[in-house]
């Protein structure tokens, strides 16, 4: 390992310039001569266009330009596009609504782009669009999923409002279960709309350099060469290369800034037409109004189980709310990393699951961190637990007696878990939790009047993602590799190009830990560069908890081919044969002499050329690789949440959270457990304070940290955290990767928690104080009359 | 436009400003100093935290024309040279931030709050105080932490630095 290696928990070497003040997020930079852009959004959740007169706006002060869908549309460059096509259970494609930057005849939704004004200053932008009049036929809004179907048409391409039914699974195989089974377990769940509100808003700098007819736009994006890819190719704003896209520092993102949006496109796109750098910041209501939402689900889910307590059938039917328009990769959330993650950590033999994808007036809706795993593991985990209670057996043990324990194991929807070991986690988790101390806990609080539970959530989700033609066979419109370059300067020190991106995950510090454990160089020897399509070459970016185990892999391939490289260069140099040289620790030796050259040296010999001829080994020292994952990664634990609740106020307070995680090998304990954290924190905001929610006529009433409840310190816990292992066998550091985890384990844990202390059979989320204490008072009363 | 004139970070800064100008945005695009970050606009997230005359304030919600004549000090203004201040070095050793975002008010609301509770704070009141501040990232575990730390170790500064 090493000090600074291979599983170390160092401090990370990016702090320095957070803790300072030296971040550069895309909001401090600020480019010569630069206009700022305002964008007008619709008020109406639902209305057609009728005019828009802009003349009182253009001539406002400071006012350089304003444009409409109308503009865009005149230099033919194309709206925003959904990259992964589904199809019907019938076979037919999905109905994609057209989805153009800046409204086209129509607005979908409250924040839907109208138009954009640029001036000189922001002031004067927000108050020349106050000018703008827009002529509305407001038309009925659509905002219920269970009346979505039978609500106002929102696209001319998608009857009755749906995007797509679609299926997955072996309906006859189910329905044969059902019909046979001993105990049929029902439950119906809500997977409440969150809005991801990372800490930085969106932000863009649109520039055109007018002497190469050349693009740059910073973003705050997770994927900037995507970006590019989508803004050149399919949206046709101007060819690759002459398009230079950089995502800086970014503050966050959980899925949201994956997606390519209208802001940074007609910034960039505006800044050519003036001939002035463009920017835009989003303030935080924009960010609840159109920064993708994540989940807004409605499932009906039934579990079949034998006379043994032996899970036999699942099937399930969900309602997926995808919003106004089809986002970047919303078509795929609910499907295909849905239902194949349905079978849990359970010996499930037969699943069947079918989702009905819908339109509706509200902001589109997209993957946010999990991604279509927290709706699945909310279903598993709370329909297992449900069918323990009803069968009589405790919850850990019921859930243990359904785990795989045999693997490989191929589950009836897709997935293929590689490895695990589902009942060490949960050995070990109850362990460290002391489940066993519960019953005099719960007594010591109910002597003061309170009510405590504890739940379990054991979970299992598939990331790294993914292996391309398995995710192409589904419709996927793009490979899931990764992209990596190791640059050995000629001193010796090294740059790596990783089409990763960091955005708090760390990436400056674990992936230098992973070259100064190859290498044996020192850590402070090592940079990496990501965030900018003019340094790095094509990648993917980071989302699905992939940068460890497929951004990694990149590296390591790369890295090996620098070592094969830097050994030949070592044999010329030391005058030995290739097949003698042995690299250990930064240092290259002759087998059987004392003969040694140090890296540097060899790094140097490279660049020099002195001792090869260049025409059997090239100079130079640099080397790249693509990784494409053979099949995702499969972590798994066991999630414990223990929680007192006061009947009298339906107040919650979380006291001991457990987490037991198998994320495989680890690169960087601290990094791994700061990720398990803030998932776990994103979890349990989900269960009991989050939801975004539209009234009847489709306006956003949580559209600020006022209504919208994040948690803050004071709303969690300390959290216990600890790990199993089983390496992950598809990739060669053994990596599965943790970035999701936390956030797809918790809110099952709570609610299972919850309901254990309430004995209310049922709470949807968030669960308030108000939905708890009518939960409560049944418990109430009977605690009364003990 | 009215000039306004304030010490930020020990050098006295004027300009001309539109009235309506928040302190923040005074600070980040007439004076350029950028670690201060705006995060919402409700006064609620604490990214945009500074201290005037000694006190941790939001920036966001004051303007700047009303700290005519005050002392501000930002997280640019924090370290001595390149030698971090206690609770910055805190904030890094126990890894206290991902994103980076929230840090810089983070960082002075913690400040501050050594300054009113003391070197020696429990994790139920540091948890309280950080009512009016935000994160996504952390899940605010390892921040209980780094302010405990910091706190603690802010005890063996020179107190004329540690809320100057």
Same mark, same amino acid.
């Given at each position: 390992?090493?000090?600074?290696?291979?599983?170390?928990?160092?401090?990370?070497?990016?702090?320095?310039?957070?803790?300072?003040?030296?971040?550069?997020?895309?909001?401090?930079?600020?480019?010569?001569?630069?206009?700022?852009?305002?964008?007008?959004?619709?008020?109406?959740?639902?209305?057609?266009?009728?005019?828009?007169?802009?003349?009182?706006?253009?001539?406002?002060?400071?006012?350089?330009?304003?444009?409409?869908?109308?503009?865009?549309?005149?230099?033919?460059?194309?709206?925003?596009?959904?990259?992964?096509?589904?199809?019907?259970?019938?076979?037919?494609?999905?109905?994609?609504?057209?989805?153009?930057?800046?409204?086209?005849?129509?607005?979908?939704?409250?924040?839907?782009?109208?138009?954009?004004?640029?001036?000189?200053?922001?002031?004067?932008?927000?108050?020349?669009?106050?000018?703008?009049?827009?002529?509305?036929?407001?038309?009925?809004?659509?905002?219920?999923?269970?009346?979505?179907?039978?609500?106002?048409?929102?696209?001319?391409?998608?009857?009755?409002?749906?995007?797509?039914?679609?299926?997955?699974?072996?309906?006859?195989?189910?329905?044969?279960?059902?019909?046979?089974?001993?105990?049929?377990?029902?439950?119906?769940?809500?997977?409440?709309?969150?809005?991801?509100?990372?800490?930085?808003?969106?932000?863009?700098?649109?520039?055109?350099?007018?002497?190469?007819?050349?693009?740059?736009?910073?973003?705050?994006?997770?994927?900037?060469?995507?970006?590019?890819?989508?803004?050149?190719?399919?949206?046709?704003?101007?060819?690759?290369?002459?398009?230079?896209?950089?995502?800086?520092?970014?503050?966050?993102?959980?899925?949201?800034?994956?997606?390519?949006?209208?802001?940074?496109?007609?910034?960039?796109?505006?800044?050519?037409?003036?001939?002035?750098?463009?920017?835009?910041?989003?303030?935080?209501?924009?960010?609840?109004?159109?920064?993708?939402?994540?989940?807004?689900?409605?499932?009906?889910?039934?579990?079949?189980?034998?006379?043994?307590?032996?899970?036999?059938?699942?099937?399930?039917?969900?309602?997926?709310?995808?919003?106004?328009?089809?986002?970047?990769?919303?078509?795929?959330?609910?499907?295909?990393?849905?239902?194949?993650?349905?079978?849990?950590?359970?010996?499930?033999?037969?699943?069947?699951?079918?989702?009905?994808?819908?339109?509706?007036?509200?902001?589109?809706?997209?993957?946010?961190?999990?991604?279509?795993?927290?709706?699945?593991?909310?279903?598993?985990?709370?329909?297992?637990?449900?069918?323990?209670?009803?069968?009589?057996?405790?919850?850990?043990?019921?859930?243990?007696?359904?785990?795989?324990?045999?693997?490989?194991?191929?589950?009836?929807?897709?997935?293929?878990?590689?490895?695990?070991?589902?009942?060490?986690?949960?050995?070990?988790?109850?362990?460290?939790?002391?489940? /066993?101390?519960?019953?005099?806990?719960? !007594?010591?609080?109910? =002597?003061? +009047?309170?009510?405590? #539970? *504890?739940?379990? %959530? &054991?979970?299992?989700? /598939?990331?790294?993602?993914?292996?391309? !033609?398995?995710?192409? =066979?589904? +419709?996927?419109?793009? #490979? *899931?590799?990764? %992209? &990596?370059?190791?640059?050995?300067?000629?001193?010796?020190?090294?740059?790596?190009?990783?089409?990763?991106?960091?955005?708090?995950?760390?990436?400056?510090?674990?992936?230098?830990?992973?070259?100064?454990?190859?290498?044996?160089?020192?850590?402070?020897?090592?940079?990496?560069?990501?965030?900018?399509?003019?340094?790095?070459?094509?990648?993917?970016?980071?989302?699905?908890?992939?940068?460890?185990?497929?951004?990694?892999?990149?590296?390591?391939?790369?890295?090996?081919?620098?070592?094969?490289?830097?050994?030949?260069?070592?044999?010329?140099?030391?005058?030995?044969?290739?097949?003698?040289?042995?690299?250990?620790?930064?240092?290259?030796?002759?087998?059987?002499?004392?003969?040694?050259?140090?890296?540097?040296?060899?790094?140097?010999?490279?660049?020099?050329?002195?001792?090869?001829?260049?025409?059997?080994?090239?100079?130079?020292?640099?080397?790249?690789?693509?990784?494409?994952?053979?099949?995702?990664?499969?972590?798994?634990?066991?999630?414990?949440?223990?929680?007192?609740?006061?009947?009298?106020?339906?107040?919650?307070?979380?006291?001991?959270?457990?987490?037991?995680?198998?994320?495989?090998?680890?690169?960087?304990?601290?990094?791994?457990?700061?990720?398990?954290?803030?998932?776990?924190?994103?979890?349990?905001?989900?269960?009991?304070?989050?939801?975004?929610?539209?009234?009847?006529?489709?306006?956003?009433?949580?559209?600020?940290?006022?209504?919208?409840?994040?948690?803050?310190?004071?709303?969690?816990?300390?959290?216990?955290?600890?790990?199993?292992?089983?390496?992950?066998?598809?990739?060669?550091?053994?990596?599965?990767?943790?970035?999701?985890?936390?956030?797809?384990?918790?809110?099952?844990?709570?609610?299972?928690?919850?309901?254990?202390?309430?004995?209310?059979?049922?709470?949807?989320?968030?669960?308030?104080?108000?939905?708890?204490?009518?939960?409560?008072?049944?418990?109430?009363?009977?605690?009364?009359?003990? | 436009?009215?000039?306004?004139?304030?010490?930020?970070?020990?050098?006295?800064?004027?300009?001309?400003?539109?009235?309506?100008?928040?302190?923040?945005?005074?600070?980040?695009?007439?004076?350029?100093?950028?670690?201060?970050?705006?995060?919402?606009?409700?006064?609620?997230?604490?990214?945009?935290?500074?201290?005037?005359?000694?006190?941790?304030?939001?920036?966001?919600?004051?303007?700047?024309?009303?700290?005519?004549?005050?002392?501000?000090?930002?997280?640019?203004?924090?370290?001595?040279?390149?030698?971090?201040?206690?609770?910055?070095?805190?904030?890094?050793?126990?890894?206290?931030?991902?994103?980076?975002?929230?840090?810089?008010?983070?960082?002075?609301?913690?400040?501050?709050?050594?300054?009113?509770?003391?070197?020696?704070?429990?994790?139920?009141?540091?948890?309280?105080?950080?009512?009016?501040?935000?994160?996504?990232?952390?899940?605010?575990?390892?921040?209980?932490?780094?302010?405990?730390?910091?706190?603690?170790?802010?005890?063996?500064?020179?107190?004329?630095?540690?809320?100057?």
């Amino acid at each position: 390992m090493g000090a600074t290696g291979i599983g170390a928990a160092i401090p990370r070497k990016e702090d320095h310039r957070f803790v300072t003040g030296k971040g550069r997020y895309v909001d401090d930079i600020n480019r010569p001569g630069q206009a700022y852009a305002f964008f007008l959004r619709s008020p109406h959740a639902h209305a057609k266009i009728k005019s828009i007169d802009t003349k009182a706006a253009e001539s406002a002060p400071g006012v350089v330009a304003v444009y409409t869908g109308d503009d865009i549309a005149a230099d033919k460059v194309g709206g925003l596009i959904c990259g992964w096509l589904i199809h019907s259970k019938d076979g037919s494609p999905m109905n994609a609504g057209p989805h153009p930057a800046l409204a086209q005849g129509k607005v979908r939704y409250v924040g839907d782009h109208v138009a954009v004004v640029i001036a000189d200053t922001l002031a004067q932008a927000r108050d020349a669009a106050e000018k703008i009049e827009v002529d509305y036929e407001v038309l009925p809004a659509v905002v219920d999923l269970a009346n979505a179907q039978s609500g106002t048409q929102i696209h001319d391409v998608a009857p009755n409002n749906v995007v797509y039914d679609w299926h997955l699974g072996d309906k006859a195989a189910v329905d044969k279960a059902f019909a046979s089974a001993k105990h049929v377990t029902k439950l119906e769940l809500v997977n409440n709309r969150l809005v991801p509100n990372p800490m930085e808003p969106r932000a863009a700098v649109g520039e055109y350099e007018e002497g190469t007819d050349s693009l740059v736009l910073y973003t705050t994006s997770q994927n900037p060469h995507v970006a590019r890819l989508v803004l050149s190719a399919f949206i046709g704003l101007a060819p690759e290369h002459k398009f230079r896209v950089i995502a800086p520092d970014v503050g966050g993102g959980f899925g949201s800034k994956i997606f390519i949006y209208a802001e940074e496109r007609v910034c960039v796109w505006a800044a050519r037409k003036i001939r002035r750098p463009v920017k835009w910041n989003c303030d935080r209501t924009e960010a609840f109004l159109c920064d993708a939402h994540g989940r807004d689900h409605v499932t009906h889910a039934e579990l079949a189980t034998d006379a043994d307590g032996k899970i036999t059938a699942l099937r399930v039917s969900t309602k997926a709310n995808l919003g106004a328009y089809l986002s970047t990769f919303a078509s795929s959330v609910p499907t295909y990393l849905y239902v194949p993650l349905l079978s849990g950590q359970y010996n499930i033999p037969a699943i069947y699951g079918e989702v009905m994808a819908l339109y509706t007036n509200t902001a589109p809706v997209d993957a946010y961190r999990g991604a279509g795993r927290p709706e699945a593991t909310f279903v598993i985990e709370r329909i297992v637990e449900m069918a323990a209670r009803e069968l009589g057996m405790d919850p850990a043990e019921f859930r243990r007696k359904n785990f795989v324990t045999q693997f490989p194991h191929q589950t009836p929807v897709i997935m293929c878990y590689d490895t695990g070991d589902y009942d060490a986690s949960l050995k070990k988790a109850q362990e460290i939790h002391d489940t /066993a101390g519960f019953p005099s806990r719960k !007594a010591q609080s109910e =002597s003061q +009047g309170k009510l405590r #539970g *504890l739940g379990y %959530s &054991a979970y299992i989700e /598939a990331c790294g993602i993914a292996p391309s !033609a398995a995710v192409g =066979s589904l +419709g996927a419109g793009v #490979g *899931l590799w990764e %992209s &990596a370059e190791v640059r050995v300067n000629p001193i010796g020190t090294v740059e790596i190009l990783t089409g990763s991106h960091s955005h708090g995950q760390g990436h400056e510090t674990t992936f230098a830990q992973l070259v100064s454990d190859r290498l044996g160089i020192p850590i402070d020897n090592v940079s990496i560069v990501h965030g900018d399509t003019d340094k790095v070459q094509m990648g993917m970016g980071t989302y699905g908890s992939r940068s460890g185990a497929v951004g990694m892999s990149a590296i390591f391939k790369a890295l090996e081919k620098v070592e094969a490289k830097a050994k030949k260069v070592a044999a010329h140099v030391l005058e030995a044969a290739e097949g003698d040289i042995e690299f250990k620790d930064g240092k290259f030796t002759v087998k059987g002499t004392d003969k040694n050259a140090d890296w540097g040296t060899i790094a140097l010999q490279a660049y020099i050329a002195h001792k090869f001829n260049g025409q059997e080994l090239e100079p130079g020292l640099k080397e790249s690789a693509f990784w494409d994952p053979t099949n995702f990664t499969f972590p798994a634990g066991v999630h414990i949440c223990e929680l007192e609740v006061d009947p009298a106020t339906g107040l919650t307070t979380i006291e001991k959270w457990t987490a037991v995680d198998d994320f495989g090998n680890l690169i960087n304990p601290m990094i791994v457990e700061g990720q398990v954290h803030g998932g776990i924190a994103q979890g349990v905001g989900q269960a009991l304070l989050e939801g975004a929610i539209y009234n009847d006529e489709g306006q956003l009433i949580t559209a600020s940290f006022m209504d919208y409840c994040m948690p803050r310190a004071g709303d969690v816990p300390s959290y216990s955290v600890g790990m199993t292992t089983t390496p992950c066998p598809s990739n060669p550091l053994g990596i599965k990767g943790c970035g999701e985890a936390g956030a797809i384990a918790s809110p099952p844990a709570v609610i299972n928690a919850l309901t254990n202390a309430v004995g209310h059979e049922n709470l949807q989320m968030p669960a308030t104080p108000e939905r708890v204490w009518k939960a409560a008072q049944g418990a109430r009363l009977r605690m009364a009359a003990e | 436009m009215p000039t306004v004139s304030m010490n930020v970070n020990g050098r006295q800064r004027s300009a001309d400003i539109d009235p309506r100008t928040l302190l923040v945005q005074f600070l980040r695009e007439n004076l350029r100093l950028t670690g201060t970050h705006v995060g919402c606009d409700t006064s609620q997230c604490g990214a945009c935290v500074v201290q005037i005359d000694g006190e941790a304030v939001k920036a966001c919600t004051v303007l700047a024309l009303s700290c005519d004549g005050s002392n501000v000090l930002t997280i640019e203004g924090l370290a001595n040279g390149n030698e971090l201040h206690p609770m910055q070095e805190a904030f890094r050793e126990h890894h206290g931030l991902q994103c980076g975002f929230c840090t810089p008010g983070m960082i002075m609301t913690a400040v501050d709050l050594v300054r009113r509770k003391g070197n020696n704070l429990d994790e139920k009141t540091i948890r309280e105080e950080l009512e009016g501040n935000l994160c996504r990232c952390t899940g605010y575990h390892n921040i209980v932490k780094a302010i405990a730390a910091g706190a603690r170790n802010m005890a063996s500064m020179p107190q004329s630095k540690a809320a100057e």
